[in-house]
């Protein structure tokens, strides 16, 4: 196992978790998953307005925001199909840093350079109890952590190509963002930017 920080109870760091060549193997696996469900433009309840990120997702459910609300369903908005199977490797990933239970979900977030996402929590998964783990690939991102509260503390770290994060324990809920990306920071993405992989636990075990 790599080194790992707490930055706070539950809230876990794996700085250079994955070497140049295991990002490969994942950038493949992704490259992959987006030839089967291309990534499209997310947009707010509420507003209707689009998200800076681009996003898809592999598992038997994913992720999606729309006028409809927030939710989980198990198929592309676009295009209609089901989502592509999730990957050995992200699977392997979730059982290594995550639980034991397997993961339903790989939300794929692309952030272009301008690209950034304001403090939310996740939430909308029947079962609030399974860790949440992230994967960086790209550029780095200016990672912000907070509480379980909106407008509590915050700090700031650097999640660089090859870094995981885990949201568990006291820490599942806490608010989470990203203030920027570093453009031309990794080499890893011919187009430049960032990859995130969130693997989560949807439905409850029992």
Same mark, same amino acid.
């Given at each position: 196992?790599?080194?790992?920080?707490?930055?706070?109870?539950?809230?876990?760091?794996?700085?250079? =978790?994955?070497? %140049? @060549?295991?990002? /490969?193997?994942?950038? +493949?696996?992704?490259?992959?998953?987006?030839?089967? $469900? !291309?990534?499209?433009?997310?947009?707010?309840?509420?507003?209707?307005?689009?998200?800076?990120?681009?996003?898809?997702?592999?598992?038997?459910?994913?992720?999606?925001?729309?006028?409809?609300?927030?939710?989980?369903?198990?198929?592309?908005?676009?295009?209609?199909?089901?989502?592509?199977?999730?990957?050995?490797?992200?699977? =392997?990933?979730? %059982? @290594?840093?995550? /639980?034991?239970?397997? +993961?339903?979900?790989?939300?794929?977030?692309?952030? $272009? !350079?301008?690209?950034?996402?304001?403090?939310?929590?996740?939430?909308?998964?029947?079962?609030?109890?399974?860790?949440?783990?992230?994967?960086?690939?790209?550029?780095?991102?200016?990672?912000?952590?907070?509480?379980?509260?909106?407008?509590?503390?915050?700090?700031?770290?650097?999640?660089?190509?090859?870094?995981?994060?885990?949201?568990?324990?006291?820490?599942?809920? /806490?608010?989470?963002?990203?203030?920027?990306?570093?453009?031309?920071?990794?080499?890893?993405?011919?187009?430049?930017?960032?990859?995130?992989?969130?693997?989560?636990?949807?439905?409850?075990?029992?």
């Amino acid at each position: 196992m790599t080194d790992r920080l707490e930055l706070a109870p539950g809230a876990f760091w794996y700085p250079a =978790a994955f070497d %140049a @060549r295991a990002q /490969a193997d994942l950038l +493949a696996d992704v490259r992959a998953v987006l030839a089967q $469900a !291309p990534l499209f433009t997310p947009t707010m309840p509420r507003t209707g307005k689009s998200f800076s990120v681009r996003m898809s997702n592999c598992g038997p459910l994913g992720w999606v925001s729309d006028g409809s609300g927030y939710r989980y369903q198990s198929f592309h908005p676009d295009t209609r199909q089901p989502w592509p199977p999730l990957p050995d490797r992200l699977q =392997a990933a979730y %059982a @290594r840093f995550g /639980a034991a239970t397997p +993961a339903e979900a790989c939300l794929i977030n692309y952030y $272009a !350079p301008d690209a950034r996402m304001s403090l939310h929590q996740d939430r909308d998964e029947a079962d609030l109890t399974a860790p949440v783990v992230s994967l960086s690939l790209g550029d780095t991102a200016l990672f912000r952590l907070g509480g379980p509260e909106r407008g509590g503390a915050t700090q700031a770290i650097r999640l660089a190509s090859g870094d995981v994060f885990v949201l568990s324990g006291p820490s599942r809920l /806490a608010f989470h963002g990203v203030d920027r990306i570093l453009g031309g920071s990794s080499r890893l993405l011919q187009e430049g930017g960032r990859f995130n992989l969130t693997l989560r636990r949807v439905s409850c075990t029992g």
